[in-house]
């Protein structure tokens, strides 16, 4: 094979000049500097080309790990809908269909990893990274731009495409709860208990409610019994109400009676009385309902801070932000990786193995970052450790096989 045919004029790796039929020597575009200059730089056509084959490579990865989670949706969705609603079929489509988004933003590291091997395979069995390399240019340079385009991605992801994902996926919640006969995702039965905070009123003192029975009505809460604790500084007790039936409104908690207790003082009855709350009855309904993934990049800081106020967990909102501020080096990570499993020179032997080690150590990644995440969320963790520590060791197995790469 001539140069002409292993490498075309409009290739960005054509030699400076390609002999012609007449023994003339035809002078073609140069996209990366002579093997002879000081220092080799990358051009913009040479960039432009790795970096577009790179990420139409990652994206239609992307697409298609989306489209086989979204399959899976839909069958799942199918078995639990069929016999029950009438056109499920098509109930069932709609929810696969506006959980998809939210599919191809967890799967998107993991398919720049496989789009990433299988666009630097392609060049390097196309000898297009031989060229670069005779052009002095390191692997560190040729990856620049493979390593920008996945990052690029992970931030369009979380700036824009987040809030897409969000609402899509908060709309199919409330499709799948009316049509399983729910209201916002609360369901027809009462909770057993519900625990809820709010300030007091004084400094430095807050008002713990331990709810029992509880029941959302269209417009109301209402209570079979509950607990109030006045508690100051750091654990502090103060006092304890035991009250019977309670109902909040837009005005607040309302109690027919109660029995207080204060340090070294015996039960008080009281009568009815009124507590007022900084929340109504929308406002729990819709704490209770919010899950973190319904809720955008740009939101879930204010709604952590909304939920904290009110005593419920946010682990998992925490954890879901910081998965969202890592998701560009992560997706850098990946890139990394993608290079470490597949720019060997194609006469090594073990290629295609590295390629099966690359797919195989994807996998044994995320089933670590799932882990990582799954102790997150329940707090075992702080929320960033769990969101970075995976991010970290990413780029330290990418880096460090590169330049194990390069000692070979």
């Not at 973190?292 to 879901?320: I, K, N, Q």
């Amino acid at each position: 094979m001539d140069r002409r045919q292993r490498h075309g004029v409009d290739s960005p790796y054509a030699w400076a000049a390609v002999p012609g039929d007449a023994g003339q020597s035809r002078q073609t575009d140069l996209s990366i500097s002579s093997p002879s200059s000081h220092s080799a730089r990358m051009s913009w056509h040479l960039g432009w080309y790795v970096g577009r084959s790179f990420m139409l490579c990652s994206a239609l990865a992307c697409i298609l790990l989306t489209g086989l989670l979204d399959l899976f949706e839909g069958l799942d969705q199918l078995r639990r809908l069929s016999g029950h609603i009438h056109q499920a079929a098509l109930k069932a489509m709609t929810l696969a269909g506006l959980h998809a988004p939210f599919y191809f933003t967890y799967v998107l590291p993991f398919g720049i990893l496989l789009g990433g091997m299988a666009c630097l395979h392609r060049l390097e069995r196309r000898s297009e990274l031989v060229a670069a390399r005779a052009a002095g240019l390191s692997p560190w340079q040729f990856l620049a731009v493979p390593v920008g385009c996945a990052i690029l991605m992970g931030l369009l992801t979380t700036a824009l495409f987040s809030p897409l994902s969000s609402v899509m996926y908060r709309h199919a919640d409330h499709l799948n709860a009316s049509w399983a006969g729910k209201q916002h995702g609360l369901g027809q039965h009462p909770l057993e208990e519900l625990w809820l905070r709010q300030p007091s009123g004084a400094p430095d003192t807050v008002i713990f409610l331990h709810l029992r029975h509880v029941v959302f009505g269209p417009e109301t809460v209402q209570a079979g019994n509950a607990t109030l604790l006045k508690v100051a500084g750091k654990r502090v007790f103060k006092a304890r109400v035991e009250t019977g039936a309670g109902l909040l409104d837009k005005g607040g908690w309302h109690f027919n009676s109660g029995k207080l207790y204060q340090t070294g003082h015996g039960g008080t009855a009281t009568g009815p009385f009124s507590l007022h709350t900084p929340y109504g009855p929308e406002a729990m309904k819709g704490a209770i309902a919010t899950n973190a993934e319904s809720v955008s990049f740009w939101a879930l800081p204010t709604t952590a801070r909304h939920l904290h106020a009110m005593g419920f967990p946010v682990a998992a909102y925490r954890l879901r932000w910081q998965g969202w501020l890592a998701l560009p080096t992560l997706c850098a990570a990946m890139a990394l990786m993608a290079a470490g499993f597949s720019m060997a020179p194609e006469r090594r032997s073990g290629h295609g193995h590295l390629i099966i080690q690359g797919v195989l150590a994807g996998f044994a990644f995320f089933a670590c970052a799932r882990t990582a995440e799954q102790l997150g969320r329940i707090g075992a963790v702080p929320p960033a450790l769990a969101a970075w520590a995976p991010v970290v060791a990413g780029l330290c197995l990418g880096a460090a096989m590169l330049i194990h790469r390069e000692e070979k």
